[in-house]
């Protein structure tokens, strides 16, 4: 992960070293963030952003769900956003747009705390690591079960919620996995530790339903959009673990992982134990579309233009 030169914090430049907290920010004592991650991609017609305006949206609604408002629409942040990407000078990179409630009192109750958002652009390959697009991943059940709507808010990309999905990561990795995949508070499939997911059984896909705890993806949005597209049959299914097990073919979905095959599940192959015929159809599919090499038939990409970045605050 590449860092840039500018970042955009509460209406102003400023240079990445100096985009700073206070340590007494409620957001660091009690995780009242939300936030969202987007992608930018090169294509012939320079640097475009991969449903800009429904990630802002997201993050609006993310908030709502904290009873926390914030201080700029999503109109004047898809410029700002377009202005970081421009101003930086990336052809590619990662977007993290982030919201919090800032400093003026430790109580729990952040509701009266100013809220501060911030906008960080960067440079990040394969999510999964290099290779993971094409070979697949190793994943894993997690022990630890994926919270209820009655406990948290799982449409929420909330921050503090994400202290789940580090648990989950860690369990995998430090047992030789690659990511982790979390069952809901029923033990029915939920989602990975940072994705969506998605099953491949006799030519449909199938994935999660929102009641399963999930977060509403974008990019598992947008999926599902392709498969129709394309003519691939696609259901909303709850499904128990051992259906994963049967799969002809397993992948995930996020802004991060973008459309990751998983090659094998608790050290059982998927399918054949590599990259499955749907999965690749929809991977090409879904990068011809972001990369601009296909019509943007759906309106997903916001368009950056303009020169290399500045050197003015």
Not at 80 to 95: I, K, S
Not at 145 to 156: E, I, K, V
């Amino acid at each position: 992960m590449t860092t840039a030169t500018w970042t955009w914090m509460n209406g102003e430049w400023v240079r990445w070293d100096d985009a700073t907290v206070h340590v007494s920010s409620h957001a660091l004592h009690y995780g009242s963030s939300v936030f969202e991650g987007i992608r930018a991609y090169a294509t012939a017609d320079g640097p475009q952003i991969f449903r800009l305006r429904e990630h802002l949206q997201r993050l609006h609604d993310s908030a709502r769900l904290l009873r926390m408002t914030l201080p700029y629409g999503v109109d004047e942040l898809t410029e700002a956003c377009v202005e970081l990407v421009r101003r930086n000078g990336h052809d590619a990179c990662y977007l993290r747009p982030l919201a919090f409630r800032g400093p003026g009192g430790l109580g729990v109750d952040g509701r009266h705390l100013p809220v501060e958002v911030a906008l960080l652009s960067m440079e990040w390959g394969a999510y999964l690591g290099d290779g993971a697009l094409e070979n697949g991943v190793d994943a894993a059940v997690s022990s630890w079960r994926r919270f209820g709507s009655g406990t948290l808010a799982p449409l929420g990309k909330i921050g503090g919620q994400y202290v789940n999905n580090q648990l989950v990561t860690a369990e995998a990795r430090e047992n030789g996995y690659e990511e982790g995949i979390v069952l809901d508070a029923q033990g029915m499939v939920s989602e990975g530790a940072g994705e969506n997911l998605f099953v491949v059984k006799d030519g449909t896909v199938w994935t999660p339903p929102l009641s399963a705890s999930i977060l509403s993806g974008i990019t598992r949005h947008t999926v599902m959009t392709l498969a129709a597209d394309l003519g691939i049959p696609l259901r909303e299914q709850t499904m128990t673990r051992d259906f994963l097990y049967l799969a002809d073919e397993l992948f995930m979905t996020g802004t991060a992982a973008e459309v990751t095959p998983v090659r094998s599940l608790d050290r059982i192959p998927i399918g054949d134990g590599r990259r499955g015929p749907i999965t690749e159809r929809l991977q090409r599919e879904f990068f011809d579309v972001v990369e601009g090499r296909t019509d943007d038939r759906h309106g997903w990409l916001t368009r950056v233009g303009g020169g290399s970045g500045s050197d003015d605050a």
